[in-house]
């Protein structure tokens, strides 16, 4: 009887052990945080985003992308210091243009509020197309 008992005392412990290894198995594909799939949802969409920046210069023939550039940051709305409605958050991504070492811009979106990812629809230009500083014409 004793003999038994530890029997299956030694084989309920092994099944617990081989159970509770596959059960404490990380996913072995890594998950990608907020900030990389929204970079990810950028380099999807990079040729909107680069005809957007070619229809606000017709001078513009090609764009490079900084990846390493993108930041988010949250914006309170003010007038003259005061604060003025909700806080938002804008995604930046800066640029070059037409292979031109010393060229830059930066491209801002809104997001979405369903998804949290940048919204394609509302992105605008804030730092002008420049070279070396000097706007590019």
Do not use: C
Not at 2 to 26: D, E, N, S, Y
Not at 76 to 89: C, R, S
């Amino acid at each position: 009887m004793k003999k038994r008992l530890m029997i299956i005392t030694a084989m309920g412990f092994v099944v617990f052990l081989i159970f509770g290894t596959v059960w404490g198995q990380k996913n072995p594909t890594p998950t990608l945080n907020l900030y990389e799939k929204r970079i990810a949802y950028l380099k999807e969409h990079e040729q909107e985003m680069t005809d957007y920046v070619k229809s606000e210069n017709p001078k513009v023939e090609n764009v490079q992308w900084d990846w390493d550039s993108v930041e988010i940051e949250t914006i309170q709305p003010d007038a003259g210091g005061i604060p003025t409605g909700d806080k938002y958050q804008s995604l930046d991504i800066e640029g070059g243009f037409n292979n031109i070492t010393d060229s830059n811009f930066v491209l801002s979106f809104g997001f979405d509020n369903k998804t949290l990812y940048p919204n394609m629809k509302h992105k605008s230009i804030t730092q002008p197309l420049r070279i070396g500083g000097n706007l590019y014409e």
